[in-house]
């Protein structure tokens, strides 16, 4: 069963289309009689595919799904249009707004049930390799936990590594219960050499996992020795290597942290729920506007008890929340003990919210052609 | 597009610069007979939406009713044969009707398609002897002059001779 959303302005095919795809496709079915309404309906609901109607008073449905396509919350959804304009030039307009899918009106029940089956059925085009750094300049609402617990999952589909560019001693090593005999730090003592991949590649480490980690040094450095062309010439070095990169960043806006930023894949933003974290993402997403499209926000429940809900924080930071990781009891003494939650409580409600945003993270996002 | 009423007909009308979407209550009538009707000028039209020729995506307005002034109108586009046929062209013809093949040059458009004249009627007599002011088409085909890459396609079309350059027969 699918939510699907229908933005028609005629009341006979709004009835029609309802009896058709809730009474015979089982589907979920929210009706709106025009765009504007529309808009806000898949706004809020979210539904996994809306059928819109070209002609109608307010705003034509080329215009809903394009501003549909350039909203995040609805950027992803499959789009229909279904309409009684049927020149070929009306399927290429249709297509060109970002429609997925071109209907001609009348059309039979049947035949719509069986393109919105394959339409949601079809999977969306998974990315294969990437580079994700876990970002927020607040520290201490659980991102380096997040971080290692991301790679793990990532290191259970591919050949996975995960880099500590802390330069205040960071504690992704310890997390895995790994000693950081080997770390970054001993490239800017030797300087990168020519043989920059077996250089780098002697630094990281193996967990048992098969997790690789390049670790932080264990004593903290001034900020700005690591900059930005060390951070390209190891992620260069890395990336040939492997398939995913999970970067624990530090919280900072760096040179070094540009570097990872402007390479990365997609952003992987963490907050908790506190006023002051969610104050410090809205001002992290001010100054790195350039990156809106990569941000994933993670909204971290770091303490037990009632949190603030997604929607609040989606209309302060404008930004939609990809995941709420549950309250993890067990994260301190897991990080304590260097077991994270991947290995030691894989059926968790933490684990399985972090297989969830690891779908997302490797399902591209849709742009409005 | 609303269309509460089964009576009413669905079809794209084209002067040189546009395409108006609409629905006509034709009642009993077809579009063909209110087309050639000769005792009116006008057509009345519901739910109408304009776009410009050459740039379709664009709605440039809606109009709960809008009026088409016949002898501006180039040609209408419908995907239904049976709503562009005269009363009289679609009972007791008593000559076999023939298809000749088209093509006519239109401000802005190349029209393709079959025109269908009773048996004894030829292209040549129904342009310079008929006094109807439009011709029926069957399988039609619109392309803008100035976009090739944009056409129109419908089951049937009535064009405007008045709007008529140049006709020519292919077969």
Known sequence: MASILVIDDNYDMLEMLRIALSHRGGHRVSLCANGEDGLKLAKSERPDLAIVDVMMPDISGYEVVRQLRSEPQTEDMSIIILTARGQPVDKIAALDAGADLYMEKPVKPQDLLDEIEKLLSTPQKQIESGLFPVFSLRGGIGATTLAVNIALLFQQLNPSALIDFSTNSGHCASCLRLQPKRHWGMLLQTGITENQASTIGNLTMKHPSGLRLLAAPPLPLPADRLTGAHVNSILDVMQKKLRFLVVDMPPALSSASIAILEKSTKIILISSSDPLSIQSTRSTMESLKKYHDKFELLLNNITPGKQVSADKVEKTLRLPVTAQIPYHADALPNKLKGMPAVLSQPQSPFVSTLQQVIRTLLTQKRKTR | ?171
């Open chain 2, 1 to 171: 597009m609303s269309n509460n009423n089964l009576s009413q007909t669905a079809a794209d009308f084209f002067s040189e610069n546009y395409r108006l979407s609409s629905t006509i209550d034709a009642r009993r009538r077809s579009l063909g007979d209110l087309l050639y009707d000769q005792t009116t000028s006008y057509l009345t039209v519901e739910g109408a939406y304009i776009s410009p020729i050459d740039f379709p995506s664009r709605i440039s307005g809606n109009f709960p009713s809008a009026v088409i002034v016949k002898e501006s109108l180039t040609f209408a586009l419908t995907s239904n044969q049976n709503t562009v046929f005269r009363r009289d062209q679609k009972y007791g013809q008593y000559y076999a009707p023939r298809l000749y093949k088209i093509f006519i040059a239109l401000p802005y458009f190349e029209l393709t398609g079959d025109l269908l004249l009773p048996g004894r009627t030829t292209p040549q007599i129904l342009l310079t002897s008929k006094t109807e002011g439009f011709l029926t088409l069957l399988d039609v085909t619109a392309q803008v002059v100035t976009r090739p890459e944009i056409t129109y396609q419908g089951e049937a079309c009535i064009v405007c001779k008045n709007k008529v350059s140049f006709v020519g027969l292919l077969d």
